[in-house]
């Protein structure tokens, strides 16, 4: 099966996004940062209860609810903006630029700009999908995006890549509610 399509900077990002939302060291990072810091706050604030100075006990106790709350909604964005000038810096010659890729069962060949890679079928791990996009990630760590929203022929395609896994005995993980938290 042979697919055409280009990559924009949202199709990396999603995939940036993705990757670090599946990572269990980054799970593990973002659940610190959250729990961590206001944890701290309210020890501190049953500390100055016990000093009997309730005014920064109580500073202290906002202070950590609002952290809680507050601090993931600041650390996706963060998260957007970091991936994003990494897009922009490291991608940029294959933004918007048309690629071939020619699905078989025992190898991939991709074509774009001017150069051409072929991997074994043996090299991929799994292959996940979401609402918007195929990704088929590598032994390596790197991956080949599909965004959906770019091919013609998508139920064929995901009948492809389901027969693709079965065949290298793989997962196909298919994550339609996925959206970055």
């Given amino acids: 099966m042979i697919i055409e399509y280009s990559i924009e900077e949202k199709d990396f990002l999603e995939y940036q996004l993705y990757t670090a939302s599946k990572s269990d060291r980054i799970k593990a990072k973002r659940l610190r940062n959250k729990v961590v810091s206001p944890a701290i706050y309210i020890v501190g604030g049953f500390f100055l209860l016990l000093l009997n100075n309730y005014t920064l006990a109580i500073t202290f106790f906002i202070l950590g609810l609002l952290w809680f709350f507050i601090y993931p909604l600041w650390e996706r964005q963060h998260y957007v903006k970091h991936y994003r000038s990494f897009i922009r810096e490291n991608y940029k010659d294959k933004l918007g630029q048309p690629v071939t890729l020619e699905l078989n069962n025992d190898h991939i060949i991709a074509r774009d700009n001017g150069s051409e890679s072929k991997v074994m079928t043996k090299e991929v791990v799994e292959i996940n999908e979401t609402s918007a996009t195929f990704y088929l ?45």
Avoid: C, M
């Fill in 137 to 181: 990630k590598l032994k390596g760590g790197q991956s080949f995006i599909i965004p959906k929203d770019k091919i013609k022929t998508v139920d064929s395609l995901t009948n492809k890549l389901k027969e693709l896994a079965n065949f290298l005995s793989i997962k196909y993980n298919l994550d339609d509610s996925w959206a970055w938290r």
